[in-house]
Nanobody
Framework: QVQLVESGGGLVQPGGSLRLSCAASGSIFSIDLMGWYRQAPGKQRELVADITSGETTRYADSVKGRFTISRDNAKNTVYLKRNSIKLRATAVYYC??????????WGQGTQVTVSS
């Protein structure tokens, strides 16, 4: 079994910075990719960004140039950073880990609220 523990969410002021972390533990044999999805109130869950073990990144068109994803393979941890955050970034952010066999593991989600 794989556990994903997200951290770094909470209340952020508009224009502030956000840094989310997701650490994977448990029966991790081979990771294809790790990444982040988000779900805003009243909307479907959507991809924010993901990154492969070879550090190839993919971003949703709506966030390109605004979010940065990175990972530490030695720590099985993925990060998501956003500077100058906007109100529309308010959402629950979910970490995902995809194994080489294609099975997806999800974190429980961390609430990010952008508000003054």
């Amino acid at each position: 079994q794989v556990q994903l523990v997200e951290s770094g969410g909470g209340l952020v002021q508009p224009g502030g910075s956000l840094r989310l972390s997701c650490a994977a533990s448990g029966s991790i044999f081979s990771i294809d990719l790790m990444g982040w999805y988000r779900q805003a109130p009243g909307k479907q869950r959507e991809l924010v960004a993901d990154i492969t073990s070879g550090e190839t990144t993919r971003y949703a068109d709506s966030v390109k140039g605004r979010f940065t994803i990175s990972r530490d393979n030695a720590k099985n941890t993925v990060y998501l950073k956003r500077n100058s955050i906007k109100l529309r970034a308010t959402a629950v952010y979910y970490c995902i880990l995809r194994g080489v066999g294609g099975y997806d593991y999800w974190g429980q989600g961390t609430q990010v609220t952008v508000s003054s």
